[in-house]
């Protein structure tokens, strides 16, 4: 009997050691999270600033508009027996450039085309100095576009499609961005040019308080993955403020029993046509322990929840990027 009376003493001793040994092993998976985004936020952070030096620059090139318009050289553009207008490209050096049949004053889409001829070059430039943006673009209020690198055109676009249509235009108009700064487009999306789901960085380009249009630079989620999630043998995943699945490791997939992946590889399934965004939402999980998560960690606020997978112990933790409304999260078992 006299040993009972060490037993509650010999709790207490351990307890906190326990605890200790949980907080330290909890510490450490946040400090991976916290390097991993500082790693993500160092390569996109400054995109704010050359995407902020390019608007101020196009804004320039519409102040000289009547002095650039006659250098161009006219030749190189066509316009088809339907009206289409674009750019005849033969060097791979310039934009793809065409105006909707949509727009409602030909000649002015014209005279800003020319306008912004001196786009190329900086375009190229962004390109060759941040490898993470894979294109970039200009959607002019007047119907008409601009991107680089070229892509094939006529086998790719609808000669009627409204540029002003899609998110990475109006995200950055006058109502929902007044403030004309640069936004980040954090619902991903399919490139209407064929580069797969993309994250868009925008920002509007004024000239005398008129929006004349929105500059893009695209990152493809495969090179967002390939850059940062693959350098760790750890089970990462990338969600958005609704819970759907931005990017995430093979592993971390199939941990949360998300759809099967076409060869192991989530990068190819979010590729394909077969992918649907609701599949990968976390909220839609067939698996209560997975929607009990997502609600944990974006409804509540939380960093830290414990769940069972088919019998298997999973600690998952969390962390808020800074720069977008996404989360990191490291499944732990």
Known sequence: MKYLFFIPILILLISPACQSDRKVESDSHFLLLDSVIQKVEADLKPLEDDISQLAAYSSALFEKSDSLVPLVNEDKFLTDDNGFFYNALDNGKESTVFISLLAENKNRSVREVFTTEWLDEAFRE??????????????????????????????????????????????????????RKSVWIEEVYIDPVGRGWILSLIHPVYHDNELKGVLGFDITLSDLMDSFLENYDKKLMLIDSQGTVVAGKAEAIEALSLPPLKNHAYIQTINSDSFRREDFNLFKSKSKEVRRMASKFLLEKENHHSFDMAGRLFQTYCRKMNIMDWYLLDIHD
């Open 126 to 179: 962004i390109t060759e100095t941040r490898p993470m943006v894979c294109q970039v673009y200009f959607n002019s209020s007047s119907n008409f576009s601009r991107l680089y690198p070229p892509y094939d055109l006529l086998n790719s676009i609808e000669q009627d499609i409204d540029v002003t249509a899609f998110n990475f235009y109006y995200m950055a108009d006058e109502v929902r961005n007044p403030n």
